[in-house]
């Protein structure tokens, strides 16, 4: 069983040669929300955003988490937080997420260490 510094060691040199993609990543999220947050004015505030959710109906809103009549308001937090939940953000992290797992498995055939990794029961 390999010990806790070993796997600090590889979680590590993991991150420093996969560092450029995690920043590629991390800009282009961030550059989204941003372009989220900046567009809750151009929509109409507050009011035009609760007016949507009221329509809403009651199994979506159950679903979103959604309860128009126990909070105060739909604000930028709620606004910002269905960004998480948003196709083109699922699809960016699911697309991080298979070229890391691809590129780790193409990276251990390069160097030829996939063989040790396969010879193990």
Partial sequence: ??????????FW?????KRLSLFWFALSAG?????VAVSFPAIGGTEAVTSVVRTFPDGLRTLLKLAPNLQAGFGVQDYLAFTWIHPLFI????AFVVSR????LTAEIERGSIY???SRP
């Fill in 101 to 104: 797992a691809t590129g780790g």
């Fill in 116 to 118: 040790l990794v396969l």
């Fill in 13 to 17: 040199g993991t991150l420093r040669r």
């Fill in 1 to 10: 069983m390999p010990s806790l510094g070993d796997i600090a060691l590889i």
């Fill in 31 to 35: 550059a989204f929300h941003w372009l």
């Fill in 91 to 94: 699809g960016l992290g699911a």
